[in-house]
């Protein structure tokens, strides 16, 4: 029984990595705080409008909110980074690994979430102004919108495992995705889960949300595009006893020349 309790149980492992998640959860909410506020009131804003000016208020939300989500573009891919060390049980700390990647990767993060905030906002606002314009249509931008977001799966992962240029992380979202079509469905699912149960549960979820809301599916994510991502990582070499032993002499050899 006292096993269980162990800190090398499964049990204990399993608890340590939850409390992990749920700090990084509450790291990028940080972030996320002046997106949040600044779309829950600018589209809040739209209950109490008796002219319906539906369109003006996404749209003035959707460009304000290009500034106000620059900041969660890099905690997005600092999160990504922490993540997968914790999926790999790789040892490291939360708090600081989160912020050195954040720094390290806050401008190429910063363009990408500019990038998708944009994106996103065309395929609404057309979605919107040409709502009428006939089914064929609707069906256009849902399928452009389902592309997009499933290569949105990627981009974040991709920027905090690999180096590249901004279109070279775009190009490479698109190709993984496509090329994990399963697990990329899986990782859409996924992600988009909280926001189901919030549609239905409303502000009953705000503490689960507060805690697991992001890093949470987060998690789920980086378990699945681990073993994808492991293809493109460079392999490390295995070296036998032998040839680390050889080595060794080799080098002792070369200090005492030196």
Not at 92 to 110: G, H, L, R, V
Request: a negative charge; hydrophobic letters at 55%.
């Amino acid at each position: 029984m006292g096993r269980i309790f162990d800190l090398d149980s499964p049990i204990m492992r399993g608890l340590s990595k939850m409390a992990d998640v749920m700090w990084l959860n509450i790291l990028v909410l940080v972030f996320a705080l002046p997106l949040i506020i600044q779309q829950y009131l600018m589209l809040g804003a739209m209950a109490y409008d008796e002219q319906g000016f539906v369109i003006n208020y996404v749209f003035w939300a959707w460009i304000v909110g290009i500034v106000a989500s620059i900041p969660l573009g890099a905690a997005l891919t600092a999160m990504h980074f922490v993540l997968l060390k914790i999926v790999r049980d790789e040892e490291s700390y939360i708090t600081k690994t989160f912020f050195k990647s954040y720094k390290e990767n806050f401008k190429q993060s910063s363009i990408l979430m500019i990038i998708q905030f944009i994106a996103a906002g065309i395929l609404v606002m057309d979605f919107l102004l040409m709502r009428n314009a006939g089914v064929v249509y609707r069906y256009i931008i849902t399928a452009a919108s389902i592309v997009l977001l499933m290569a949105a799966m990627y981009i974040f992962p991709l920027q905090s495992k690999f180096q590249n240029t901004i279109l070279g992380t775009l190009k490479n979202s698109f190709l993984v995705a496509i090329m994990a079509l399963p697990k990329t469905i899986a990782m859409v699912v996924v992600s988009l889960f909280p926001i189901l149960l919030y549609y239905f549960f409303g502000f009953k979820l705000v503490p689960l949300i507060i805690l697991i809301g992001i890093a949470g599916p987060g998690y789920a994510c980086a378990a699945l595009y681990n073993e994808t991502f492991k293809k493109f990582e460079p392999k490390e070499e295995e070296v036998s006893e032998e040839q680390e032993l050889e080595n060794a002499i080799k080098k002792i050899e070369e200090d005492d020349q030196t």
